[in-house]
C-alpha cells in the first residue's frame, strides 16, 4: 500500500479530512459514504482557480484549521497550475495524487491523460458537476480576452512565489487550455447518470465547432485517495513539509518546509 498509515498504526481506521474541488463534490461523497475510514468532506469553489494564489491559501488555512482527532488530510486536488504548490503538511500528512489537474484524477492515471493529451491537445473537458455549478472557470480557460488582466495578475503571482523560470512553465501549461480547441469531451462518472448535463456538453461543444466525444470516467484514484491506499500515484507530505512542483513526470515532490517544525502527534 506504499505509504499508506503515515502517522497512523498500519490497517487502523482513519479520520481523514477531505478537502476537495467542487468539481469533484460526487466522486468525493460516493467514495466518502464507502471509505474504510471516517471521512470529512469539505468542498471549494471550482472557481477559485482562477485566482491560484487564493486558492492555495484557502486550502492551507483547511489544512491548518484540521482538528486534533484529524488523522490525515487527503486533497482533491492535483498541482492545479501551481495553486497547490508551496502548501505545508503540519500536524497530520497531507495526501494528494500526483497530477497535473482533474482531468488526470477523473481519467485515473497520468498515463490515460499523456495519450488523450497527445492525440488531441486541443481538448476542452466538461464533467457533470461543472456544468450544474455554471461552468464558472469557463471564460477563463478559453481566454476569454476580457480576462487578460486576470492572466497578468496571474503570472505576477507565479513570479513573486515560484521565480521567472517556475512561472514560466505554468504560464505555458496554462495556455496549452487556452489554445486551439478542436474537440469537447464530457467525461461521464456515472454518480448519478448525467444526461442533461452531457447534452448540454454536447451542445456547447458543437456550437463552437469542435468534434463531441463522451468518455467514461476512471475513479481509482479518488477512491484511492478516500480509502487510504497511498501508493506510487501519490505524494504524502509529512509534517513539517512542503509541496513543490518536481518538473517530471512524477508532477510534485516534497521538500523540507523552512522555518517549519512538525507538530509532533501521537498514532490512534
Known amino acids: 500500500?506504499?505509504?499508506?498509515?503515515?502517522?497512523?498504526?498500519?490497517?487502523s481506521p482513519m479520520r481523514l479530512l477531505a478537502i476537495t474541488c467542487d468539481i469533484l463534490l460526487r466522486p468525493a461523497y460516493f467514495f466518502a459514504a464507502r471509505s474504510p475510514h471516517t471521512v470529512e468532506v469539505v468542498n471549494l469553489s471550482a472557481a477559485l482557480h482562477a485566482e491560484p494564489l487564493t486558492l492555495g491559501q484557502r486550502i492551507q488555512a483547511q489544512i491548518?484549521?484540521?482538528?486534533?482527532?484529524i488523522d490525515a488530510v487527503v486533497l482533491g486536488y492535483g498541482l492545479c497550475g501551481g495553486a497547490t504548490a508551496g502548501l505545508t503538511a503540519r500536524a497530520v500528512p497531507v495526501v494528494l495524487a500526483r497530477a497535473h489537474d482533474c482531468v488526470t484524477i477523473f481519467l485515473g492515471a497520468r498515463g490515460r491523460y499523456q495519450a488523450e493529451h497527445q492525440?488531441?491537445?486541443?481538448?476542452?473537458w466538461y464533467v457533470q458537476d461543472q456544468m450544474d455549478r455554471g461552468n464558472d472557470l469557463k471564460g477563463w480557460l478559453l481566454g476569454d480576452a476580457a480576462r487578460s488582466d486576470e492572466v497578468a495578475e496571474t503570472r505576477a503571482d507565479y513570479v513573486a512565489r515560484f521565480g521567472e523560470e517556475n512561472a514560466a512553465y505554468l504560464m505555458e501549461v496554462l495556455g496549452e487550455w487556452r489554445g486551439r480547441y478542436e474537440r469537447g469531451v464530457f467525461i461521464d462518472t456515472g454518480l448519478p447518470p448525467?444526461?442533461?448535463?452531457e447534452q448540454r456538453a454536447r451542445e456547447e461543444t458543437e456550437r463552437r465547432g469542435w468534434r463531441f466525444e463522451r468518455m467514461l470516467a476512471d475513479l481509482t484514484l479518488v477512491r484511492q485517495l478516500l480509502?487510504?491506499?497511498w501508493g506510487e500515484d501519490f505524494q504524502i507530505l509529512r509534517p513539517g513539509e512542503r509541496l513543490e512542483m518536481s518538473h517530471d513526470d512524477g508532477v510534485v515532490r516534497a521538500v523540507p518546509a523552512a522555518g517549519v517544525t512538525a507538530v509532533q502527534v501521537s498514532p490512534v
Request: charged share 20%; glycine share 24%.
Open 1 to 11: 500500500m506504499g505509504e499508506a498509515g503515515v502517522g497512523v498504526r498500519p490497517g
Open 64 to 69: 491548518d484549521a484540521a482538528g486534533p482527532d
Open 119 to 124: 492525440a488531441a491537445p486541443g481538448t476542452y
Open 194 to 197: 448525467a444526461v442533461d448535463a
Open 227 to 229: 480509502y487510504g491506499e
